[in-house]
Every structure is written in structure tokens, then in C-alpha cells.
């Protein structure tokens, strides 16, 4: 610092008070930024508007699968008229006469207190590949507090998110059990050495009698011979009813979401015959017990008239594969005087049988009140009621899942000895995967839309019936149809 001699003259000396006036490099360059630019820019635009294209105004690229309209804005955003010119009214809403001018969206619920728009739920301009992926927050704005137009809710009414605020499925919540009447015990039958076919020891499979719909006609290890040969014989696993036709490579998951109800044919029948008489090895349709009573009286009827040696023969007992032989009561010497008593005999013991221990053994039986005093009434077999659907508020699909063993999910299946178990998973076993957002290792997609239809798609109606030309739509012509009437139809509620 010594040596220098500082004073506010030379000082002040030092400072140029006519910069301002002096062009120097910067100030061209902020001059050319300020005036150029906008003008190139305005050029631009102008280009673009002369070639009747509004894409530099978007606020993003348009979805996937809508970028076909490609620079017809005018498909969504409806034009205006603005000092006289035709314009694209982009600072309107879209409405959802637009959208619904393409598809069929039939609202959500006759009982909601209002309708949000379309764009609310399904962001444009967002590049998404997924317009279907709304956010939780669109249904949480209703279900975080629900409530209806009248009456009060059916369901429960503060729902936040899959993992921490949400209900426990309905059927698990309740109580009340499986009304199946089908009595099934799935302990007995998952057990290591159960005797299968021919009294060999099997170890079965959930698969031996569940399957999706899609794969019933694969081969049946315990059930029907004949669905076992057609498939085998066609050697597709297509439509059932029509094994000509291949299965669609694109949506190999069709039919594949639900497990159909197991049959009896399809599933019981090799290891559970229903044997009638010793006379035959055949065994009796399994049908309801008119039928069943008809074929047997038929059956007996023929062999009586082939062998009629056989009238005054002693009943034989019959072997049954479970619980070995059922003998006949002892204190009844039931020999025959004719071939109309055999068969009667025959007949009487035969649906003794049946009725009151092979189908017993699955079913329930309602006797009718005279059945003790008139041995030729007939049964009803209550109705199986085997539920295809558990949770008919969500969707589901076993097909997306089939990387996980049936037990992981169903775990009381193994244990399980009564058919009122109700076997289907907890939400606490979905939430150990359903845990977040699937960008992050570990997690998998949670949100409201993955799981829950909004759309009633029930009340779409009829096929739908398209507005726009193809001209429209790849510019030839400027307008977008009107969608008055489209709305009113569109929008259909209960
Ligand atoms: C498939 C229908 C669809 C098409 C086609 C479409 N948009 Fe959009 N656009 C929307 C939706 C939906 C919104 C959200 C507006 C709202 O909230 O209603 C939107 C919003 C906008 C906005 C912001 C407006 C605001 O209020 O924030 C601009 C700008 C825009 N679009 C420009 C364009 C341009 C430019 C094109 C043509 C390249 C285009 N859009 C094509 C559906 C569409
Ligand atoms: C010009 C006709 C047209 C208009 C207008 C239109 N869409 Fe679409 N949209 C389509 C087509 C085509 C598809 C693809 C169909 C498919 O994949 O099944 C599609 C697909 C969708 C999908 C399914 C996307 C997905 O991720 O699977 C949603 C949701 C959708 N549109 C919502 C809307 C909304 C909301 C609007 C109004 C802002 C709208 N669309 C306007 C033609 C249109
Ligand atoms: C405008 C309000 C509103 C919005 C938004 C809404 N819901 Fe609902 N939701 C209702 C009403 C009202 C009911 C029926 C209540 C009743 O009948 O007791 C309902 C019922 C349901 C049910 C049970 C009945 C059924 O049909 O399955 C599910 C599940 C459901 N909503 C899921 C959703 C999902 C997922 C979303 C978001 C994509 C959503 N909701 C958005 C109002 C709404
Ligand atoms: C090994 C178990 C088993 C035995 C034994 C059995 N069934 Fe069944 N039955 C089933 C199953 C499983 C179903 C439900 C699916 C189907 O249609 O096969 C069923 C369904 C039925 C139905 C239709 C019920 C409805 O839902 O309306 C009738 C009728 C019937 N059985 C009659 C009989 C008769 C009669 C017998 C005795 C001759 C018998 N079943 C023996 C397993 C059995
Ligand atoms: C692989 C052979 C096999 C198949 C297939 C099979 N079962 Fe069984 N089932 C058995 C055997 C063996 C027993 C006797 C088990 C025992 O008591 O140790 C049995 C016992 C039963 C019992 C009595 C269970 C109990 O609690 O003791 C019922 C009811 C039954 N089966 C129903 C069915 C039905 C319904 C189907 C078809 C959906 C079916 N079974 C398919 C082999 C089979
Ligand atoms: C990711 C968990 C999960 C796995 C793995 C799984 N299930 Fe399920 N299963 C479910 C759910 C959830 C339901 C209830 C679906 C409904 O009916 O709404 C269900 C329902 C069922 C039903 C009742 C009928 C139906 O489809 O609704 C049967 C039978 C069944 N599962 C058998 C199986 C078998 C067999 C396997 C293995 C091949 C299996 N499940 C694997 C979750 C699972
Ligand atoms: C991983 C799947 C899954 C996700 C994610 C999910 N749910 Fe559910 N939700 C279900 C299942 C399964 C049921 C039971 C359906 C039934 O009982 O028929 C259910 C039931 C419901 C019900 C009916 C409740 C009742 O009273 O029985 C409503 C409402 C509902 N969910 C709303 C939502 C909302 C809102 C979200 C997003 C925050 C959501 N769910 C996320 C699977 C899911
Ligand atoms: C012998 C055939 C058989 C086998 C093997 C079998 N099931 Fe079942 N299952 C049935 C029958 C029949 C029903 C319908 C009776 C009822 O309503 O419980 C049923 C019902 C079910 C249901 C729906 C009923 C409910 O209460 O939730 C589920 C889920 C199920 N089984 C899962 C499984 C799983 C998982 C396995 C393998 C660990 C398995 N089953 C093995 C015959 C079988
Ligand atoms: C082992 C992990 C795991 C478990 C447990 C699990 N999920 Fe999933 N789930 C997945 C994966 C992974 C997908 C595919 C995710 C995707 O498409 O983003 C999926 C997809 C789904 C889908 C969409 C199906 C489709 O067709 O795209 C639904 C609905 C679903 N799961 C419901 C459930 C329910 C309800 C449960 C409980 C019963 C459950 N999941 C248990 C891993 C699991
Ligand atoms: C509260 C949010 C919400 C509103 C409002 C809404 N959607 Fe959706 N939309 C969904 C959800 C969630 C799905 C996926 C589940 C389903 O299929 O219902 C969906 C599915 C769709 C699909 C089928 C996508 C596919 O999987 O192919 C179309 C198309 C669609 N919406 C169009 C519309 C149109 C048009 C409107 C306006 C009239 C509309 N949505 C209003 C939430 C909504």
C-alpha cells in the first residue's frame, strides 16, 4: 500500500460517465438478442401458422397413442373464432365432447356427487406412454371422504392408498365364509400318496383341477378320458369348442385371468367313480338323479333281458374304490321272481347307493318328505354355487402372476379341511409386492387404476359408432364433426 497516493479526484477520474452513449460489443449483442431474435422467432411462428400448424404452441409431445393425430390440434382443442380468423382455442378447456368423439368412457357411478373432466384424470402433453395410469389422487379426491347423491355409501368411505389406507377385501373382511356346497377337503387331497387311479399312489397338483378357461382343454390327469383325447388329438390349447383355432399370438392372456370351477369331469371323476351295480363297470352319468335314475333302469333293463340266468342269482356286494365293499342289508334275502323285480331290486339298491353315499360324499341331498315312505322319489342336489369371481369391485388377473407359486398367494390352501374356508390371499399378501412406485428396485406399480375399473364399462352401449373421416383426421379437412349428439349417449348413467 506505501508508495501510492490515493485521492477522490484521481479517483473518481478513473470512472467513464459517458458509457452509456458508447456502442460497444455487448450492447450489439443485446441489441441483436433484443430485436432479431423475436423477429426470427415471429418468422418462425409465422411459417408455421402458414402452413396451418399449431405444434410449437404444445405444452408437451402428445401421448403415444394419440400422436397420430400429429399436428391436427383442432381434433381436441376446439376452434375459435378470433378477429376473424379461425383459430384452435387452446386457451379453452378440452372438452369431453372431444374425446368422447373417439371413445366410449361411460362414467363411474349413478350414486357420485359430480363428474371430473376427462383431462383431469388423463394428462395430455406429458409424453406418457400410459394415458391409463391416472394418479391416486383423481379418486382419492372422492374416496378419502366418500360420498353419494343419497342414501349413504355401500363401500367403505376413507381410502387413501394400496398400502397403508385401504380395506381388507370384502370377503375376508366379513365373515361369511364360502357358500360353495361342494365339500372339498384340500388337505386330504394335496396330501404326499394319495390313492389315485388303479389305488397308485399321486401327488396332485393345484393345476389337476384348477385351470383358466383358456387351459381346460389341455390334457385332464384325473378327469374325463374324452377331454383328454380331444386335446390330445388336436394338440392346440385354444378354444375348446373349436380346436381348429390357434391361439391369438398377440393376447396369449385371454381367458387366462380367472380360474374356471372345477367339474366334475374335469377333476374328480377318474379317482371318484360313480359305480352303480356289480353287474357293470361302467359308471353312472353324472347328472341330475332323474337322469341318473333313467340310465340305470335302462342299463338294468338291457342286461336283464341278455342274462336272464342272472334273476335268480344272490346280490353281489359291490366294490367301491374308497372304504371298501358296501354290503346290502343283511336282514332282507332280496332274490328275484321276475326280471321286473330284478330290476326294481337292482334299482332300489343302486340309488341307495348312490344317493345316500357316493353323491353324498360330494354333495348335499335334499329328500323329498315321502322319500322314506316311497322309495322311487328322487332327491335334488343343492346347487354347487363354486364362485368364479371373489372380488367383483377389482379386477384380477392370474396370468399377470404366473411366475408365483398358487400357495405363496393362497396360503391356507394346503392346510385347509372344509369347503367354507375361504381360501383367497389377504391384501396384506398383495402389499408385500404392491408396495410402491415401480421405478424403485423392490417395489411394484400400486396405484388406484392398476387394480379398479372407473369406467362402467357395462353401460357401453352397443357398438361404437366412429365420427370422424379419415380426411379429418390426416388434415384434408379442417373441422371437427360435432359431437352434440355423441355426448348425451356417450355419458350414459343408471
Ligand atoms: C388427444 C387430444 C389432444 C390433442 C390432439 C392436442 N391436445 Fe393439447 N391438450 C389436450 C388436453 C387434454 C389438454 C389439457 C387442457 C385442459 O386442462 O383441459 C391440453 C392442453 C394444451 C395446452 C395448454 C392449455 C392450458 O390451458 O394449459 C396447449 C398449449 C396445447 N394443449 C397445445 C396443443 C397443440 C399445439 C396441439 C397440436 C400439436 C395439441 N395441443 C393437441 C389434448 C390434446
Ligand atoms: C381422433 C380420435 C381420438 C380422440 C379425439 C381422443 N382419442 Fe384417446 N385414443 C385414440 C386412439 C386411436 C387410441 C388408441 C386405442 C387403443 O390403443 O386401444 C386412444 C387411446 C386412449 C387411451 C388409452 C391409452 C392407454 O394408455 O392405453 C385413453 C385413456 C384415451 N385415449 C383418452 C382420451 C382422452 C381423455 C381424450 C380427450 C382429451 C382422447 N382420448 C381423445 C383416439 C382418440
Ligand atoms: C366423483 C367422485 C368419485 C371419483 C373421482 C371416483 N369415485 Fe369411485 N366411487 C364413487 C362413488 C359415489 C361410489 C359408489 C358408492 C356407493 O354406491 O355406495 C364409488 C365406488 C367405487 C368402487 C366400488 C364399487 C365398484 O364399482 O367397484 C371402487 C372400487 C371405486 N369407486 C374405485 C375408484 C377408483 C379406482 C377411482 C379413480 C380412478 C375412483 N373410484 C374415482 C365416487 C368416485
Ligand atoms: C367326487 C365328487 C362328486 C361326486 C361323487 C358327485 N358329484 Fe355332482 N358335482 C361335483 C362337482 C365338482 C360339481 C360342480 C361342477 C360340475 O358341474 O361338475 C357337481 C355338480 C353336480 C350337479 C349340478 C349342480 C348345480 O350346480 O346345479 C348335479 C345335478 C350333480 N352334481 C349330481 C350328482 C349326482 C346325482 C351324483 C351321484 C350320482 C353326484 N353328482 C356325485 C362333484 C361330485
Ligand atoms: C387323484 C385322485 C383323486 C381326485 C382327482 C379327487 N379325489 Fe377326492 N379323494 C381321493 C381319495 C383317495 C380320498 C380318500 C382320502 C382319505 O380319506 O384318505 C378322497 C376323498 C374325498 C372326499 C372325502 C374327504 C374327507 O374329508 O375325508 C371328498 C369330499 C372328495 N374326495 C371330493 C373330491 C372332489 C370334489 C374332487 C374333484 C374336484 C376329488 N375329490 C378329486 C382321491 C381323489
Ligand atoms: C398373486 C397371488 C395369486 C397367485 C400366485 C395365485 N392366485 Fe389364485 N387368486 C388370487 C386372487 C386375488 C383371487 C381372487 C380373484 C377373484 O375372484 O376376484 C384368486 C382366486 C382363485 C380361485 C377362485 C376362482 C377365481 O379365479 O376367482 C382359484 C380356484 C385360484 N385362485 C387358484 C389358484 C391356483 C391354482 C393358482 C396357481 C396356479 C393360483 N390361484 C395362484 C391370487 C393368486
Ligand atoms: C393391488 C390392487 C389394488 C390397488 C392398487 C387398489 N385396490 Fe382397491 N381393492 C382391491 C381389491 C382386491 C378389493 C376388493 C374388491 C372386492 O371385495 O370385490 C378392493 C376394494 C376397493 C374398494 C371397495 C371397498 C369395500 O368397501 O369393499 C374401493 C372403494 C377401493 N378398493 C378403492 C381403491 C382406491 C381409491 C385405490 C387407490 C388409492 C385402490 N383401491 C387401490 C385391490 C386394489
Ligand atoms: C382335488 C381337486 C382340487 C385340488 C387338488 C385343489 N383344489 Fe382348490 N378347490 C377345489 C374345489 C372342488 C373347489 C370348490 C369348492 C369350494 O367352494 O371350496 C376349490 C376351491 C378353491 C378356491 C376358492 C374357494 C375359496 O374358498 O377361496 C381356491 C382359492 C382354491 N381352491 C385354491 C387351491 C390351491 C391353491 C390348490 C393347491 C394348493 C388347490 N386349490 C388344490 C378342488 C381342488
Ligand atoms: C410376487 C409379487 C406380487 C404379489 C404377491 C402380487 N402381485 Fe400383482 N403384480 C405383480 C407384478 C410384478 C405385476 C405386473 C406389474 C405391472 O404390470 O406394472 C402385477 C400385476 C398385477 C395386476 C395387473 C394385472 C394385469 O393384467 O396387468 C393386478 C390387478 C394385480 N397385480 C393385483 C394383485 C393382487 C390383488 C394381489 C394380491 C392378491 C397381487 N397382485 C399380488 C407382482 C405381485
Ligand atoms: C377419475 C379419473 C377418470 C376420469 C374422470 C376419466 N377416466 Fe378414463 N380411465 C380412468 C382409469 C383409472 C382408467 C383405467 C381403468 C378402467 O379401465 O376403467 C381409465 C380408462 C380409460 C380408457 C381405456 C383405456 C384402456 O385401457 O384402453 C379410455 C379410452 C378412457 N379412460 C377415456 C376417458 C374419457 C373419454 C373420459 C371422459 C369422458 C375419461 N376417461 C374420464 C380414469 C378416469
Redesign the pocket.
Given at each position: 500500500m506505501a508508495g501510492r497516493i490515493r485521492t477522490a479526484k484521481s479517483l473518481g477520474q478513473r470512472h467513464d460517465f459517458h458509457y452509456f452513449q458508447r456502442w460497444g460489443r455487448w450492447r450489439f449483442l443485446r441489441a441483436f438478442l433484443m430485436i432479431a431474435v423475436p423477429a426470427i422467432a415471429g418468422l418462425w411462428l409465422l411459417g408455421f401458422a402458414l402452413h396451418h400448424d399449431s405444434e410449437p404452441y404444445a405444452s408437451g409431445p402428445l401421448s403415444t397413442v394419440h400422436s397420430f393425430t400429429g399436428k391436427r390440434c383442432g381434433t381436441c382443442h376446439r376452434p375459435v373464432i378470433e378477429a376473424g380468423f379461425l383459430k384452435v382455442g387452446f386457451r379453452q378447456h378440452v372438452d369431453d365432447a372431444a374425446c368422447l368423439s373417439c371413445h366410449q368412457a361411460p362414467a363411474h357411478q349413478a350414486l357420485q356427487t359430480f363428474t371430473p373432466t376427462c383431462a383431469s384424470c388423463h394428462v395430455e402433453h406429458t409424453g406418457s406412454q400410459h394415458l391409463r395410469q391416472t394418479a391416486d389422487e383423481t379418486c382419492v379426491q372422492c374416496h378419502g371422504e366418500l360420498k353419494v347423491k343419497s342414501g349413504s355409501p355401500r363401500y367403505q368411505t376413507a381410502i387413501y392408498d394400496f398400502d397403508k389406507k385401504h380395506p381388507e377385501f370384502a370377503p375376508l373382511r366379513t365373515g361369511f365364509g364360502d357358500p360353495g356346497t361342494?365339500?372339498?377337503?384340500h388337505?386330504?387331497?394335496m396330501?404326499a400318496g394319495?390313492?389315485?387311479?388303479n389305488a397308485q399312489p399321486?401327488q396332485?397338483q393345484c393345476q389337476?383341477?384348477h385351470r383358466t378357461p383358456a387351459d381346460q382343454s389341455a390334457p385332464w390327469?384325473?378327469?374325463e378320458s374324452r377331454l383328454l383325447q380331444t386335446s390330445l388329438q388336436s394338440g392346440s390349447s385354444a378354444d375348446p369348442h373349436n380346436p381348429a383355432m390357434p391361439e391369438e399370438p398377440t393376447r396369449p392372456g385371454i381367458g387366462r385371468a380367472y380360474m374356471a370351477a372345477?367339474?366334475?369331469a374335469?377333476?374328480?371323476?377318474?379317482?371318484?367313480a360313480l359305480q352303480f351295480d356289480s353287474h357293470f363297470t361302467e359308471s353312472a352319468p353324472h347328472d341330475k338323479p332323474q337322469v341318473v335314475h333313467d340310465f340305470i333302469v335302462r342299463r338294468l333293463t338291457e342286461y336283464i333281458h341278455q342274462h336272464p340266468e342272472a334273476i335268480h342269482e344272490t346280490p353281489r356286494p359291490l366294490r367301491v374304490?374308497?372304504?371298501g365293499t358296501i354290503s346290502r342289508e343283511p336282514q332282507t334275502p332280496r332274490i328275484a321272481r321276475s326280471a321286473d323285480e330284478w330290476v326294481r331290486i337292482h334299482t332300489e339298491d343302486a340309488e341307495n347307493l348312490l344317493w345316500r353315499k357316493t353323491c353324498q360324499?360330494?354333495h348335499t341331498l335334499r329328500f323329498s318328505p315321502n322319500q322314506t315312505t316311497d322309495s322311487s322319489a328322487l332327491p335334488e342336489v343343492a346347487p354347487s354355487q363354486i364362485k368364479a369371481v371373489w372380488l367383483p369391485n377389482s379386477v384380477f388377473s392370474h396370468y399377470a402372476h404366473a411366475g408365483v407359486n398358487c400357495q405363496s398367494c393362497h396360503t391356507k390352501a394346503l392346510a385347509s379341511?372344509e369347503t367354507q374356508d375361504v381360501l383367497i390371499p389377504s391384501i396384506t399378501t398383495c402389499q408385500q409386492c404392491h408396495n410402491g412406485n415401480p421405478v424403485k428396485l423392490g417395489q411394484s406399480e400400486n396405484g388406484c387404476f392398476l387394480c379398479h375399473q372407473y369406467h362402467n364399462w357395462k353401460q357401453s352401449r352397443g357398438p361404437f359408432i366412429p365420427t370422424h373421416a379419415m380426411d379429418q383426421l390426416r388434415g384434408a379437412a379442417p373441422q371437427r364433426p360435432s359431437t352434440e349428439g355423441i355426448v348425451a349417449s356417450q355419458l350414459f348413467l343408471p
Open positions: 361342494i365339500k372339498l377337503n388337505s386330504v387331497h396330501r394319495l390313492l389315485g387311479p399321486v396332485m389337476d383341477c390327469k384325473y378327469g372345477p367339474t366334475y374335469s377333476a374328480c371323476q377318474n379317482c371318484h374304490m374308497f372304504g360324499e360330494c379341511t
